[in-house]
C-alpha cells in the first residue's frame, strides 16, 4: 500500500510541474507580445486586441477584425484617436549620400504636437515606405510584405517617437509580381536623387525625403 501511494504521490507532483510550466511559458509568450513593439518610448500599448484575428490583417492591408470587435483599431476608451492636427509625421534616412553598394535604411518620426494625447494604429499593417524619383516610383515597402498587423498606442502630447527599427531598400525596382526574383532592375547611381516618403496610421509625410546614390 506504501508503494502505491508513493506512486500516486509522483503522478501528482509531476502533474504539478506540468502545469507551471504551461503557465510559464503562457506568461512567457505574454511577455514578449508586450515588449515585442515596433516603436520606442513613450509610446506605449493601450490594449491587446479583442481577439486573434483582430490583431492580424491580410497581406493586401485589409483589416480581418470581426464585426463584433470594439472599440475600433483607432479608438481607445477615455482618450480620442489622432487627427491631422495632432500628428506629424517625418521620413527618416541613415545617410543623406550613399555610395555605391550601400543600402538605405529608412524610418518614420511620428509627433504629436497637439496638446492632448491620441491614439494610433502604428502597426505594420499602415506603414508604407516609397522610393521616387521624379515620377517614377522605384519601390513601395508594401509590394512584397508578406504579413501585417495592427497595435494601437498612446501618443503623448509633445511627443516625438522613433521607428525602433528601420526598413532597408535594397536600391531595386520593387513590384508584388517580382518580390521572388534576384535580378530586378537596380537603381541607377552616379548622384542620381531620389525622394523618400513615408505613411502610417493614415497620416502621411508633407515634404519626402531626398537621398543621392553614388
Known sequence: ????????????????????????????????????????????????????????????????ASPEASPEPSETPGIAACTPEDVTVTAVTDADTYPAEALPQLSILLANTGARDCTLNVGSSTQSFTVSSGDDVWWRSTDCQSESSDMIVTLA????????????????????????????????????????????????????KQILLR
Open 157 to 208: 502630447a509633445g511627443s516625438s517617437v522613433p521607428s525602433a527599427s528601420p526598413v532597408v531598400w535594397d536600391r531595386t525596382r520593387s513590384s508584388a509580381e517580382t518580390c521572388e526574383e534576384q535580378n530586378r532592375p537596380r537603381a541607377p547611381g552616379g548622384g542620381a536623387s531620389y525622394h523618400v516618403a513615408v505613411s502610417i496610421g493614415g497620416f502621411s509625410s508633407e515634404t519626402p
Open 1 to 64: 500500500m506504501s508503494r502505491q501511494s508513493a506512486a500516486v504521490y509522483r503522478r501528482r507532483r509531476l502533474a504539478v510541474l506540468l502545469l507551471v510550466v504551461l503557465v510559464l511559458a503562457a506568461v512567457g509568450g505574454g511577455v514578449w507580445l508586450a515588449i515585442a513593439q515596433p516603436w520606442a518610448a513613450p509610446v506605449q500599448a493601450d490594449r491587446t486586441p479583442a481577439s486573434d484575428a483582430s490583431a492580424l490583417t491580410t497581406p493586401s492591408g485589409s483589416p480581418s
